[in-house]
């Protein structure tokens, strides 16, 4: 049973799959050799449209997967979700129509590191650098889920890493056009490019009116010299350090995982270490670039769990007659990893079987979440249910949507459709929550 994974940048698009070695880039003629293949200009700004057209190219060289996982940005991840499912729902030309599934570039990458026993846990922040946008996602990892915690996005209008290659060839005396554009890629790939780019910054670092003048790149016959970097660089630096200000919050870090074409850019990292930020090494020999879709490969082809699941426990406060008298308890509702994005609710149970709740109207209802791992916790709401009859009964549930706020069920026993109750943005950190409370 074949499985496919796509990621669908902006200005490529990379398809994966699972070899007897493990994940590997899939190669289709017209793609740029380590890249993928080019988005169409029809399809620029249209992720799904350049999804639809990698997906095409594919199919007349492959039969269709039985599986397909597409990666999507963890920045508005409901809305690409399903255009992604909106654009590959016509059915291939020749068999069967593919089991369309999306996962979010975090998890994705963090799939990856998962899989090679690489990723402890803990708190990781996943920094997706692309020509578009710097995205930075800090995800909360335990042993059987990953949940985003907070995320921020930095996309200036001319892009991210579009914009500094573009500051770069303009300053140059080149044109920012897709052809310049391509042979300053082409540059960076040779062999050596990195080692020199390294030496040249740091002794113009350390003796700028010697070395600001000398060439690091030679693009179309001109020179992109040292000066011209240093200068340009800021516009990625800057842009990094915002958004990783705004997800980790004030005076807070977590080891970090690069990933994105813009990853490859070695000067980010002496910039990270000297602001002592800590690095997630990939695995060895993986290209940046296609962290994600290697990872989402590894996820399609049944490799790896996604562990796309709310780590932590529901609770919910409730009455019961003990002995004649009323008691307060807490009824556990989900237990930790059980809660998927955009899946089933989930519901109160003991022994294996629902448990039927009465409510009380107008009595505040006490919601909390806590890491079964050490018992913090914090609460949520309180909410204030309808009452119901003497004899009304009903099961009680929460719902995960796929942008990760969850909705309190009410199901009737009897009939009638359930109601849904909003709780909000689950917190997925609660370990170092300032909101912490004991159990």
């Known amino acids: 049973m074949t499985a496919l994974a796509i990621d669908a940048g902006s200005r490529y698009v990379r398809l994966a799959r699972v070899a007897p070695g493990g994940p590997e880039p899939v190669e289709l003629p017209g793609a740029v050799p380590g890249e993928g293949l080019p988005v169409p200009e029809a399809a620029r700004g249209d992720r799904a449209a350049a999804l639809r057209t990698a997906y095409d190219a594919y ?83 335990t042993p059987g889920a990953v949940a985003v915690a907070a995320a921020s996005r930095h996309a200036p209008d001319d892009g991210y890493g579009d914009g500094f290659d573009a500051a770069l060839l303009t300053r140059s005396g080149l044109t920012p056009d897709d052809d310049t554009r ?51 660089l800021p516009l990625l630096t800057d842009g990094l350090d915002r958004a990783l200000a705004e997800a980790l919050g004030p005076g807070r870090t977590a080891p970090l995982a690069l990933t994105g074409g813009v990853a490859r850019f070695g000067p980010l990292r002496p910039h990270l270490d000297a602001a002592g930020l800590p690095l997630t090494a990939l695995p060895d020999g993986t290209d940046p670039a296609h962290a994600a879709v290697l990872g989402a490969a590894l996820v399609a082809a049944g490799r790896v769990d996604p562990a796309d699941r709310y780590p932590y426990e529901l609770w919910i406060g409730a009455h019961r007659t003990e002995a004649g008298r009323p008691a307060d308890r807490e009824l ?76 309190l069920i009410l199901h009737p026993l009897g009939a009638g459709p359930p109601g849904a109750f909003p709780l909000g943005t689950l917190p997925a950190d609660i370990g170092t929550d300032s909101k912490e409370v004991g159990p």
């Open 59 to 141: 199919l007349r060289h492959h039969d269709a997967p039985a599986r397909l996982l597409v990666v999507v940005p963890q920045h508005d991840r409901a809305g690409h979700a399903r255009r992604a499912a909106d654009a590959l729902a016509t059915p291939p030309a020749r068999g069967p129509a593919p089991d369309v599934r999306t996962l979010a570039t975090p998890h994705a990458v963090l799939a990856l590191l998962r899989h090679t026993g690489g990723l402890a846990p803990g708190r990781y922040a996943v920094c997706d650098l692309g020509a578009a946008a710097a995205e930075v996602a800090v995800c909360t990892v």
């Open 182 to 232: 391509r042979a300053l890629a082409a540059v960076r790939a040779e062999p050596g490019a990195g080692r020199r780019l390294a030496l040249v910054l740091d002794r113009a670092a350390r003796d700028p009116a010697r070395f600001e003048t000398t060439a690091v790149h030679h693009v179309a016959g001109r020179p992109v010299t040292a000066g011209t970097l240093r200068a340009a």
């Open 332 to 407: 556990r509702i989900s237990a930790a990893g059980t809660l998927e994005p955009g899946g089933p609710p989930v519901y109160a149970e003991d022994g294996g079987r629902r448990v039927g709740v009465r409510t009380a109207p107008g009595r505040p209802v006490r919601v909390r979440v806590t890491d079964p791992a050490s018992g913090a916790g914090t609460p949520l709401g309180p909410l204030t249910l309808p009452g119901g009859g003497e004899t009304d009964r009903f099961h009680v549930g929460v719902r995960l949507a796929v942008d990760g706020t969850a909705a």
